[in-house]
């Protein structure tokens, strides 16, 4: 799975060796060499991290207006270069992470990775794979309805039945997940439903074995991709 990134800076040098890194990381980079380029770029397109030099005239306004706006102030993580800034500043910029210039390698390439961890960790959370299996779901000891998985992510799930399900307190599914040999069991609760049938259902409890198995196998659908 390949990320994206935009450097904004004019510091040719610098951004050199942040293209060298950042493919290395398998992200796609581009540059921008004005502030108010980038803002209207992001206007345009998604961006998975954003890296500003704070030495380029501008930045202070470009990164205020990207606080202020929230489509922008999802854009994660920032990343600032420049100077040493202290924590009060990298709070106040809402960036998460930064490196002094000239750039050190070593401090660039451990800052990047971290960056880059925290973006796929972000979308492994929300990740949701599409799949078709059947799902037992049951209330306490009545006899389980059967339904049919339609996706799944790490909170929980969406199932499709016509049974009527009780609303009212934690439901018991059972699932497999294809290719593997252990079968899935959660709680969950429904928080939604609608009149085709469909049902969200968000896990309240599972087992942490189960747990890691699921957002291993959620992993490796998401790099199939």
């Known amino acids: 799975m390949t990320l994206s990134s935009m450097v904004v800076s004019r510091d040719w040098q610098e951004v050199s060796v942040l293209e060298c890194i950042l493919g290395g990381l398998h992200m796609d980079v581009a540059v921008e060499r004005e502030p108010q380029h980038a803002l209207r770029r992001l206007q345009k397109s998604k961006i998975d991290a954003l890296i500003v030099d704070c030495d380029l005239n501008g930045t202070t306004q470009f990164l205020r207006e990207i606080q202020h ?29 930064a490196f002094e210039k000239p750039i050190s390698v070593e401090q660039a390439v451990h800052t990047l990775s971290a960056a880059r961890s925290l973006i796929l960790d972000d979308r492994l959370r929300y990740h949701r794979a599409g799949l078709k299996v059947p799902v037992a779901v049951s209330c306490h000891h009545g006899k389980p309805v059967h339904a049919h998985l339609v996706n799944v992510s ?5 199932i499709r039945t016509n ?10 599914v059972a699932f497999e997940l294809p290719g593997s040999k ?3 069991k959660a709680q969950a609760e429904v928080t939604w439903q609608d009149q085709g049938g469909n049902r969200g259902l968000r896990f309240v409890k599972i087992a942490r074995r189960e747990q890691k198995l699921l957002r291993l196998w959620l992993a490796q659908q998401f790099f199939a991709n």
């Open 69 to 97: 706006d929230r489509h922008h102030a999802s854009t994660v993580p920032l990343v600032i270069m420049g100077g040493n800034p202290s924590k009060s500043t990298l709070d106040e910029l809402g960036a998460l992470f």
């Open 163 to 172: 049974a009527a399900l009780e609303t009212a307190q934690p439901l018991r």
């Open 154 to 158: 790490q909170g929980g799930m969406q």
């Open 182 to 184: 252990t079968g899935m």
